[in-house]
């Protein structure tokens, strides 16, 4: 029953994300892309569940599959407005329940799950609040659109997210090495891909790297 109730609070908490996030925008409190956002780092939240309350890979799966479906509807369709970029050319909230995806799979089969949270966290948090504060405050560009103020934003938020997540699993200083590492990667992956390919690459290829790290 743990895993059935696990799966309705799942539904539910990413429902209540989507209905707050449309009345914050319908009212006029948060602009388009910090509705996005909203979501965006809400989402990754749901990864506590998968940590605490699932012990079923089959369950497990079942949020994310429905979400690759949804999410591929509401892009075509532009169903949920305040989820969807305006220009309808990034698949980035397809790519993200993908990588939800693969990281259960991986986290039941292979690696810790506290390795793929980093990648989900860093993901939700780094990555949402890069680009709030590169939109808000980034003037310089380093790359492309992307500014010295949300690359330092994204560094710093994988950093802390990496190094409070591997406090876990090995010692303060392995953390605090392995971390500068990891947030380094994410914010060179975040900062080179393609429109919307970060909501994959990032979680994915984070989570790899932080494995790698802890088995050599």
Request: proline share 2%; net charge positive.
């Amino acid at each position: 029953m743990q895993n059935i109730y696990g799966l309705i609070i799942s539904f539910l908490f990413i429902a209540v994300l989507m209905v707050i996030s449309s009345i914050l925008y319908k009212k006029k409190v948060i602009g388009i892309e910090g509705s996005r956002k909203f979501i965006h780092i809400g989402v990754s939240n749901w990864w506590i569940f998968v940590v605490f309350m699932f012990n079923s890979i089959w369950v497990a799966m079942i949020l994310p599959i429905v979400f690759i479906m949804f999410n591929t509807y509401s892009y075509k369709k532009q169903l949920i407005v305040s989820m969807e970029r305006k220009d309808n050319h990034s698949l980035g909230t397809i790519y993200y329940p993908i990588a939800l995806f693969i990281l259960v799979v991986l986290s039941y089969t292979v690696i810790n799950p506290i390795l793929a949270a980093i990648g989900v966290f860093i993901l939700g948090y780094g990555d949402g609040l890069a680009s709030l504060f590169g939109i808000k405050y980034g003037i310089k560009k380093v790359y492309k659109h992307k500014t010295w103020v949300g690359s330092m934003t994204m560094f710093i938020i994988s950093f802390v997210i990496a190094f409070i997540c591997l406090l876990v699993l090995t010692s303060i200083n392995e953390s605090f090495i392995y971390a500068f590492i990891i947030a380094l990667a994410a914010t060179l992956i975040e900062l080179f891909s393609p429109k919307g390919l970060d909501n994959l690459n990032v979680p994915l290829g984070v989570t790899l790297i932080a494995y790698i790290l802890m088995i050599v």
